[in-house]
């Protein structure tokens, strides 16, 4: 299955190691240097032109890509226990 992330990105649930609030989680000196890390390496792509709310750590064949997206993070949570209840409906 996959998650729409913003504009016209989505990635699939699969890869989705984390998704975290970006104002509470910046607020910690390692999630600042992790991020600082990711965009120095190449691996942050920015969904959209808002500001960013949520950012969402993936990995697909060993690459790790780091989305920022104006959605929050409580709409993907939201999104994703949606697509659960009716995947499990549809497979009973």
Known sequence: MFL???????????????????????????TREFLKSCEEKGMVVTVGSDIPKTFIVTVNKGKQTVYLSPISSATLKKRILKMSRENNYVNQ
């Open 4 to 30: 729409h992330i913003g504009e016209e990105m989505i990635v699939f649930l699969n890869d989705i190691l984390a998704i975290m609030d970006i104002e509470k989680t910046t607020t910690s000196n390692n």
